[in-house]
C-alpha cells in the first residue's frame, strides 16, 4: 500500500494554544485530506486541499482550523487555538498510484488537549 | 446527517468461518464505495472497493457486493483468521477526488 506519513504521532497540549499537525502524502498527487476521528465516533471529513487552495470543506473546519503547503512535500493542519473538543485522532489522505479511486490514510496524530 | 450507515456495532466469528459485514446508505448519487478497515491508534487500512456500475469485486479472501436498488453493500471475509479482527469502515464518495463519507464501524472479533 502507497505510503502517507505523518508526525507527531502523539501532540499534547493545552486549551487555548496552537498546534500543527503535519504529513507527507503520496507523492504526485495535487489533492490531499484531512480527516478526524473523536474516540469511540466515526471517521469525519474535514478540509480536501488541491493545487494549493482548499477544495472542500466541512462545517467543522471552522476558522480556528488552516490548511496549507509550507514546501512542495509537506502539508500542515494548524489549529490556532485548541479546545477540548478537538482532541481526536487526525489522519491525513492522498490517493495513491495512477487511480484516483482510493484514498490512502496516514497513520494519524493522537492530539490531546487538556 | 448519516449517509452511510453500518448498524451492526459488532460481530464475533469463528476463525475459518464467513464474517458477513453490512453497509446501508441514504444517498444515490454514491459512485464509489470502499471498504477500511482499522486497527486502534492506526490510520485506516484500504482493504477493496466497488464502483457503481459493478455488483460485485473479488480481492483474495474479501469479496464485495453492492446492490444499488437497495443502496446496501456487504464485505465477505472467508475464511476469517485471527488477524482480520479489528473496526471495519464502510466509506462512499460522490465524484472522483470527492470527501469519503464513513459508517459508523463494524468491530469484528474471530475467535479460535
Known amino acids: 500500500e502507497p505510503e502517507v506519513t505523518q508526525t507527531p504521532s502523539h501532540q499534547v497540549t493545552q486549551m487555548g494554544q496552537e498546534v500543527i499537525l503535519r504529513c507527507v502524502p503520496i507523492?504526485?498527487?495535487?489533492?490531499f485530506y484531512w480527516y478526524r476521528q473523536i474516540l469511540g465516533q466515526k471517521v469525519e471529513f474535514l478540509v480536501s486541499?488541491?493545487?494549493?487552495?482548499?477544495?472542500?470543506k466541512s462545517e467543522i473546519f471552522d476558522d480556528q482550523f488552516s490548511v496549507e503547503r509550507p514546501d512542495g512535500s509537506n502539508f500542515t493542519l494548524k489549529i490556532r487555538s485548541t479546545k477540548l473538543e478537538d482532541s481526536a485522532m487526525y489522519f491525513c489522505?492522498?490517493?495513491?498510484?495512477?487511480?484516483?479511486?482510493?484514498?490512502?490514510f496516514g497513520p494519524g496524530t493522537r492530539l490531546t488537549v487538556l | 446527517d448519516q449517509q452511510v450507515k453500518q448498524n451492526s456495532p459488532s460481530l464475533s466469528v469463528q476463525e475459518g468461518r464467513i464474517s458477513i459485514l453490512n453497509c446501508d446508505y441514504t444517498?444515490?448519487?454514491?459512485?464509489?464505495f470502499l471498504w477500511y478497515k482499522k486497527y486502534p491508534a492506526e490510520g485506516p487500512t484500504f482493504l477493496i472497493s466497488?464502483?457503481?456500475?459493478?455488483d460485485k469485486n473479488e480481492d483474495g479472501r474479501f469479496t464485495v457486493f453492492l446492490n444499488k436498488s437497495a443502496k446496501h453493500l456487504s464485505l465477505h471475509i472467508v475464511p476469517s483468521q485471527p488477524g482480520d479482527s479489528a473496526v471495519y469502515f464502510c466509506?462512499?464518495?460522490?465524484?472522483?477526488?470527492?470527501?469519503?463519507?464513513f459508517g459508523a464501524g463494524t468491530q469484528v472479533v474471530v475467535t479460535p
Open positions: 507523492s504526485n498527487h495535487l489533492y
Open positions: 444517498n444515490s448519487m454514491f459512485d464509489y
Open positions: 489522505a492522498s490517493p495513491g498510484g495512477i487511480s484516483t479511486d482510493t484514498q490512502y
Open positions: 486541499f488541491y493545487n494549493n487552495e482548499i477544495s472542500e
Open positions: 466497488i464502483s457503481s456500475i459493478k
Open positions: 466509506a462512499a464518495r460522490t465524484d472522483s477526488w470527492g470527501k469519503l463519507q
